[in-house]
């Protein structure tokens, strides 16, 4: 797959790729999260250690984004006297961002600053018709949107007014590249995980607000963590479900954030065909978590091999304790002082 996209710019089913930075990407990654003496120091803690074992894991993402074909709305109202603009749009705005980056786009489109810009609370009564948030595309149409709306407010006549004075006057396609990096360690008698560091090196185009961007991968990692490692659902014969309570379902909590997570947008990118060249941070990083996967699994081969245990083994998703301890196959008359 490497081969396929980096050096021919398609995928194995001949789609045609454009902006492609994975290969930087992966060269940026080896370099500023020290790959190579990583790799060394695992080996050498897992040559030392019996029943704690280490595993490092380096993995790419293509995450394609398609034209949505949603609908969302945005209307901008300027106020005569003080030059208040009032943003409102159709998009639910559940912590991904969206009324920051709208605000955003309509400051930028007409040059004045971000504290002259208010939220209106969506509303279908000021803007119906809109689509569901989703699609890893909303915050991107909501500011397609606000930037339709804005094209020619400052002409370049008016541009030696402030805005002030002048208010007394009268869809796209792209893929989203990443490359991470996860070390994990694993108590091979207990099966718990300890993910130690995490280093994603991040491809979203131009970011119009890094600190969004950035939260927003943070959070769907360790949302991803859940799904991948804990999140287990369980029915009886009956269709029960068993895992009704978080005494059973366990969901993240801060003790499951990794000891270091580095995020780094990647410098110097473009998306011609994005909002503003951005790319989407919504859907994308869920797919981050893979590397702790390989990185555990890598671990838990180590620990099987210095056993003589060879065959191959399966670890199902969500790769839970329970599964964990029987990956290991530790046997009791392994158990001695």
């Known amino acids: 797959m490497g081969t396929t996209a980096i050096d021919h710019h398609k995928t194995p089913y001949g789609q045609e790729l454009t902006n492609v930075t994975l ?12 790959v190579a003496r990583r790799k060394e120091a695992a080996v050498y803690f897992n040559s030392q250690n019996k029943w704690k074992k280490r595993g490092l894991a380096v993995t790419p993402v293509k995450y394609g984004i398609a034209i949505s074909g949603l609908k969302y709305g945005a209307s901008v109202s300027i106020f005569h006297g003080d030059g ?7 998009g639910c705005e559940i912590g991904q961002g969206i009324d920051t980056k709208a605000a955003q786009m309509a400051a930028f489109m007409l040059g004045i600053p971000l504290a002259k810009i208010k939220l209106q609370p969506t509303s279908t009564g000021l803007i119906p ?6 699609g ?6 909501i500011a397609r949107s606000v930037q339709y709306v804005l094209p020619c407010i400052r002409t370049p006549c008016l541009k030696n007014f402030s805005f002030e004075e002048l208010t007394r006057l009268d869809r796209a396609a792209c893929q989203t590249l990443i490359t991470r990096l996860s070390s994990v360690e694993v108590d091979i008698l ?14 979203c185009g131009k970011s119009f607000n890094p600190v969004i961007d950035i939260g927003q991968i943070e959070g769907a990692f360790v949302m991803a963590l859940g799904l991948f490692f804990q999140e287990s659902v369980e029915y009886d014969a009956a269709g029960r479900l068993l895992t009704s309570g978080t005494w059973e379902y366990k969901v993240p909590s801060h003790k499951d954030i990794p000891e270091v997570l580095n995020v780094t947008l990647l410098d110097k990118s473009d998306n011609p065909r994005g ?10 990083p869920f797919q981050l978590v893979n590397s702790v996967y390989f990185a ?24 839970t304790v329970d599964r964990r301890l029987l990956a290991a196959k530790v046997q009791p008359a392994e158990l001695q002082l």
């Open 136 to 141: 890893s595309s909303t915050s991107e149409s």
């Open 84 to 90: 208040t603009v009032l943003v409102t749009h159709g």
């Open 296 to 319: 555990l699994k890598y671990a838990l081969r180590h620990s099987r091999l210095e056993r003589n245990v060879t065959e191959f083994f399966q670890l199902d998703m969500p790769a």
């Open 23 to 34: 290969d930087r990407i992966w060269q940026r990654l080896h370099a500023s999260a020290d």
């Open 129 to 134: 018709n809109s689509d569901a948030t989703g």
């Open 190 to 203: 207990t099966g718990e995980v300890n993910v130690l560091r995490t280093d994603i090196m991040y491809d």
């Open 275 to 284: 909002v503003m060249s951005s790319k989407a941070v919504g859907e994308p």
